[in-house]
């Protein structure tokens, strides 16, 4: 603000008028992300949530943040990487909110409006790899079919693995994993900046990594951040068993972001409804399901499989599965998938309890708009309520690996 104006009261005033308004509107609350410029000069004496503690406490003053709390704002919590061209806040923020005491629920109103969160899914279709770029040219297409269509999440399950001796040969030469990592790691980023935007998005992909002297099938996390959230397969086939010598993960892990929580189930680990059960009792919303299946009997055991968690959880399942052919690859010679995205059966959701899915052994992706506010709701009052009406005084699921 110009020094002229200053002392003037104008940002009290501005504050009250967006307050007036939402009294008249009869709108909940005000939710705001504030940028906290003074940070910069106390970063090196202290971290980000020390520097808020004394500005509540009016040890320090922040020339946004103390005006927004004076105004009545309250801090629900620290926002890392808000905006990382913010260099006076070292791209902190937090995340405030003022509330409207006066606002009266509309008795009429089932539902409280929600952000959509927008998943994709990627049928991906089989390729020798030949030269490793062939690869990432292929990736590439598929990024490009879907630019400008801002998705949250995005599933894709893929073709690398070390029965191909050309990504064999390549992997050794440059120490594991690292061209599978490599070459998502910079696609992600591309993603993330669509019209220089800047767009929180998560990335899933499926790969084979060694652990030790054994293969362990697995998903990688993407997030805008570069940081890596892994997934081991808990239940492995007899195939993998018998080609690859695959052993099986150990811990169901559920993801925090900042669409909700989610969790991977990869392929046979979906066919397990304990597995669900355990994610969806830590918060889990939508479940993630990459798969590889070599024939039809074999894919509608992972479809149908999909859709009874929906029902039984209240959750969201995307799959998605890689279609073509390998001849000469033990056990990925042949492939059948119909990728999709699955809702519980119920009046609100659409027809059939399937919100989108793929034509089959077609190469291409789809999108949907899944509704977290609505799957809430329908946990609490759907046409049955599977999770409240479970016989915990008969039975139960325990997940051991927390005794």
Not at 15 to 31: F, H, S, T, W
Not at 116 to 124: L, T
Not at 159 to 185: F, I, K
Request: with cysteine.
């Amino acid at each position: 603000m110009h020094v002229r104006y200053r002392g003037l009261k104008l940002t009290r005033r501005l504050y009250d008028a967006r307050k007036q308004l939402l009294r008249e509107k009869n709108l909940m609350r005000i939710v705001v992300g504030g940028r906290i410029p003074g940070y910069a000069a106390h970063a090196a004496n202290h971290d980000a949530r020390e520097y808020i503690d004394k500005v509540l406490s009016k040890s320090l003053f922040d020339p946004i943040l103390t005006t927004q709390l004076s105004n009545g704002f309250v801090i629900k919590r620290l926002i890392p990487g808000y905006l990382s061209t913010d260099a006076d806040s070292r791209g902190y923020a937090a995340f405030l909110e003022w509330a409207n005491v006066d606002y009266v629920p509309d008795p009429k109103r089932r539902f409280v409006a929600a952000s959509p969160v927008r998943v994709c899914a990627v049928q991906y279709q089989m390729r020798n790899g030949g030269r490793f770029r062939g690869v990432r040219r292929a990736v590439r297409v598929l990024r490009r079919r879907r630019l400008g269509i801002q998705v949250r999440f995005h599933s894709l399950s893929g073709d690398l693995h070390d029965a191909d001796p050309v990504v064999r040969a390549r992997r050794q030469s440059r120490g594991g994993g690292a061209p599978v990592v490599g070459v998502y790691a910079s696609v992600s980023r591309t993603l993330h900046e669509p019209g220089g935007e800047i767009q929180r998005q998560h990335h899933w992909r499926l790969a084979l990594h060694r652990r030790g002297r054994r293969p362990v099938q697995h998903r990688l996390s993407l997030p805008p951040d570069g940081t890596l959230g892994k997934q081991y397969k808990l239940h492995i086939t007899p195939t993998e068993r018998h080609w690859w010598g695959v052993k099986g993960g150990d811990r169901v892990e559920v993801f925090d972001t900042d669409r909700g929580k989610v969790a991977i189930q990869i392929c046979y680990d979906i066919e397990f409804p304990e597995l669900t059960r355990i994610a969806a009792e830590r918060g889990a919303q939508i479940i993630f399901v990459p798969f590889c299946t070599d024939e039809r009997y074999a894919y509608l055991r992972v479809r149908y499989c999909s859709q009874a968690r929906c029902v039984e959880n209240h959750v969201y399942v995307v799959i998605a599965g890689c279609v073509g052919n390998l001849p000469g690859i033990e056990g990925l010679d042949i492939h059948y998938a119909q990728s999709g995205v699955f809702t519980p059966s119920d009046i609100p959701f659409k027809r059939d309890a399937i919100a989108a899915e793929c034509t089959p052994n077609i190469e291409t992706v789809i999108f949907e708009d899944l509704d977290l506010e609505l799957l809430k709701k329908h946990r609490q009052s759907g046409s049955v309520l599977n999770w409240q009406d479970r016989r915990t005084d008969l039975y139960e699921v325990r997940y051991l690996k927390n005794v």
